[in-house]
């Protein structure tokens, strides 16, 4: 609509920067979802077209990650735009501001979630950034940047010492390390291994002399877990619990897959 309004006036300085930062916005939005976007606007009556990939949608036809970066991206631009600058050369994108973001991640994609901040970072390059997030994509996607960890401590939120996060930390470590996140399995798989901590802590506790000298409660849980570890045909989960069960049977002095494999 500026660029439209500027261009009527004669304005043509103006309207060429409107244009650039539009366009800098469909750049960045494309890089983010790694699919081509351009706005359209069409007249009697004004309406505005996403064009994605070569298709014409409607901007409530988005999905709703994408609604969610326009919305704030077009929410920031008109404020900037509203504000009284003193210098009017300097382009919007390039201004000192603070920006603050709430939830980023929320709606996005999980590979939309590794690229939204070192694209936020290039699109507002001279402002300082300040964001929240429950998500490990996008921290582990921050370089240089400082991670203030907040946690609930009774009646009270609070903030752990900083630390400098690099992209080089892998999302297993920082779901272990900020969100104690300490498995890389679904909710039943971790209990299930709980499980068998457990059991085998109670077995080597007492150490039977064989299979049969397991406590029945104990022997029929054994047989239930490495059962359900078996069928879950992964490679993952049989090469870490095919490991426990070696390990046990090695210190018990009992093949427990074999009678298992038996029943």
Known sequence: MQQGLATVENDLTSAAVYEKNIKRIEDIISEIIGEKLEFLVVRNPIRVFIKKNGTELTVNALPDGIMSLLSWISDMLLRLCQTPWYDNSIPLLDRKIILLLDEIDVHLHPKWQRRVVPVIQRLFKNAQIFLTTHSPFVIGSADNVWVHHLVKEGDYVVAKPAVESSD???????????????????????????????????????????????????????????????????????????????????????????HVTLQ
């Open 168 to 258: 080089a930390d892998s999302y297993s470590t920082i779901a272990d390390e900020l969100f104690g996140i300490k498995n890389d399995f679904g909710v039943l798989i971790e209990d299930k291994m709980n499980e068998w901590q457990e059991l085998k802590t109670k077995l080597k506790s007492y150490k039977p002399t064989s299979f049969e000298t397991i406590d029945v409660e104990d022997r029929n849980k054994c047989i239930e877990l490495i059962t359900f570890f078996k069928n879950q045909k992964s490679i993952e989960i049989d090469n870490i619990m095919g490991r426990e069960v070696s390990q046990l049977s090695r210190f018990l002095n009992i093949d427990l897959l074999s």
